[in-house]
């Protein structure tokens, strides 16, 4: 049984790795990923929101969404952490 | 990116991560996992990618290990398998 | 060497005295610099998330290197809950705020019409209120799951 394992990761890593090899360079700025959109907000970031760290600018602004839903999904872990496991001290 | 220092990371990081699911004692695996985790922090910061290298070192390897910890003394310390 | 331990039991020290006289120096340091990297999150790498996890973890380290009575003095556990809710809230609010005001949801710079300070200002001035507020939220939950997890939940003693 850990043979047919190692050989279905081994497997499944060789279809990764030669999925890979189709991508584009680290880096490449004619990347379809980096041609459509990061222009915009290279060139535009400071202009539009005043802020240098353009990561921060696409956090807080761009995609506030993703940040307040990613601040929401944090505070559900905690809620569901106390009301799971804290009793009540007496 | 300076080819030599990022396969030495690289290959850091192939073998912690082997050592975390090896090793028996949880404690050791948990502390291996943060050593992972700077790694990891170090690759990012290393491949430019400043902001997620700090929540990384932040959330990877400080705040969770502690965790896993916390975790680990609830149970027992050795693994099965 | 009697002595010494007698004396260690008897202060208002735990268990080592190195190690908490060490934390106590540092742990003041540490919540300038999360403080820091909330504020110049703009022009530095950082950010809310990072700066709170930091703040939650000068709170784990007294947790850690003293006992979690000491760490519920310094840290209230309403207050802790008050504060995790109050920077969920701020960051809705604002949200909310702008809708409210005739813009997008998140549209900072419709805040303009309530203090005029200039569109462009608002956008970064909304930004840096958004992190306060996941600062204090992501601050909070780091140091409520670390109560609950290495105390089993009652919150009196562990690691």
Do not use: I, M, R, W
């Given at each position: 049984m850990k043979a047919l394992a190692l050989v279905t990761t081994l497997v499944t890593g060789a279809i990764l790795l030669y999925g890979t090899m189709d991508f584009p360079a680290w880096?490449?700025?004619?990347a379809p990923a980096s041609a459509h959109l990061s222009p915009h907000y290279i060139e535009q970031a400071i202009a539009e929101?005043?802020?240098?760290?353009i990561v921060t600018a696409i956090l807080g602004d761009y995609r506030g969404y993703d940040t307040m839903f990613e601040t929401v999904v944090i505070y559900c872990a905690g809620l569901a952490v106390i009301s799971i496991l804290r009793r009540s001290r007496s | 990116m300076i080819w030599g220092i990022d396969l030495l990371i690289l290959l850091l990081v192939v073998i912690c991560a082997f050592a975390t699911i090896t090793i028996k004692d949880l404690l050791s695996a948990a502390i291996v996992f943060g050593v992972y985790s700077f790694l990891m922090c170090l690759l990012w910061a290393e491949m430019g990618a400043v902001d997620v290298a700090f929540m990384e070192a932040t959330v990877?390897?400080?705040?969770s290990t502690i965790l896993f910890i916390g975790a680990i003394l609830h149970t027992s310390r050795r693994s099965k398998d | 060497m009697k002595l010494l331990q007698e004396r260690i039991k008897h202060?208002?020290?735990?268990?080592s005295i190195i190690i908490e006289t060490t934390i106590r120096i540092m742990v003041p340091f540490i919540q300038l610099f999360g403080l820091y990297v909330i504020v110049h999150g703009h022009y530095s790498p950082g950010g809310g998330f990072q700066g709170g996890v930091i703040l939650g973890a000068s709170f784990i380290l007294i947790g850690l290197g003293y006992d979690f009575k000491t760490s519920l003095t310094r840290m209230k556990e309403k207050t802790n809950i008050i504060l995790g809710n109050l920077g969920a809230l701020i960051f809705t609010g604002v949200a909310l705020l702008c809708a409210l005001m005739?813009?997008?949801?998140?549209?900072?710079?419709?805040l303009d019409k309530l203090i005029p300070l200039g569109a462009i200002e608002w956008r970064s001035f909304g930004i840096f209120l958004v992190e306060v507020g996941v600062g204090l939220a992501v601050m909070s939950i780091m140091v409520s799951l670390f109560w609950d997890i290495c105390s089993g939940g009652d919150l009196d003693e562990g690691l």
């Open positions: 880096g490449d700025p004619q929101t005043q802020v240098p760290n | 990877g390897a400080g705040v | 202060s208002k020290f735990g268990e005739g813009g997008l949801f998140l549209d900072y710079s419709v």
